[in-house]
């Protein structure tokens, strides 16, 4: 079983849609994030909710908008997509007090056309 | 931006130990350094971290100096599929963990 799953693996859509990508994970943990990778390979922090509640938020657009329904799971939905959100995106998990011993998923590529 | 420093790249003979270097000189007390790796494609995966003692996993083992300004990974017997990127964090305030540029090492036959 993946300890974490994202969906979709690909996503291509145009400027202007809207769009959503979802995690799941199923090892029990209390805290689940969003990363960013870019062109340039850098991967950057964007959200952190622990049990439901955001508790990292960077300086992100708001047309991100992370969405927490339970502690298991944790989607990201993109309003207004622009060129520049064309990235690989990554979620993940961690226990809470397990340190930053973090789990990911196999990651989602946007393209933005 | 991340406060670790590694070098770009690596190469290494297939078989042979992997020693990468990881300069973290402004890391608190009381952090831990962590070292992942990122295979082609494919997530961050976790590989271990250390405090002040040096660790040993299944893995690697990580070798902290004195002063725990710099670390060491350590790949005992490095194979083709140990090709990736590495990344030593030290992980920002509120338990960020912040990745940088890495060390992409090239395991080679």
């Known amino acids: 079983d993946t300890a974490v799953s994202q969906t979709p693996k690909y996503l291509v859509t145009q400027m202007g849609n809207d769009k959503s990508i979802k995690c799941e994970q199923n090892?029990?943990?209390?805290?689940m994030y969003w990363y960013k990778q870019d062109s340039k390979k850098f991967l950057k922090i964007m959200f952190s909710?622990?049990?439901?509640?955001?508790?990292i938020n960077e300086t992100v657009p708001n047309r991100f908008s992370p969405k927490s329904p339970d502690k298991a799971h944790l989607n990201l939905h993109i309003n207004s997509l622009e060129l520049g959100d064309s990235a690989v995106y990554f979620c993940?998990?961690?226990?809470?007090?397990?340190?930053?011993?973090?789990?990911f998923g196999s990651g989602t590529q946007l393209s933005v056309l | 931006d991340a406060k670790t420093t590694q070098p770009p790249s690596m190469d290494c003979a297939e078989g042979r130990a992997a020693n990468l270097p990881c300069n973290h000189s402004?890391?608190?007390?009381?952090?831990?350094v962590y070292w992942y790796r990122q295979i082609h494609s494919q997530g961050p995966q976790y590989i271990i971290h250390?405090?002040?003692n040096n660790e040993t996993n299944e893995m690697a083992s990580l070798i902290i100096t004195e002063d725990r300004k710099s670390s060491t990974l350590i790949l005992p017997h490095a194979t083709l599929r140990d090709t990736a990127v590495y990344y030593c964090?030290?992980?920002?305030?509120?338990?960020?963990?912040?990745f940088g540029a890495g060390t992409i090492l090239r395991v080679k036959s």
């Open positions: 993940a998990s961690s226990q809470a007090g397990g340190g930053e011993k973090l789990f």
């Open positions: 090892l029990g943990h209390d805290t």
């Open positions: 909710y622990n049990n439901k509640e955001l508790i």
């Open positions: 402004t890391i608190s007390g009381n952090e831990y």
């Open positions: 250390g405090l002040k």
């Open positions: 964090i030290d992980p920002e305030y509120g338990n960020k963990l912040v």
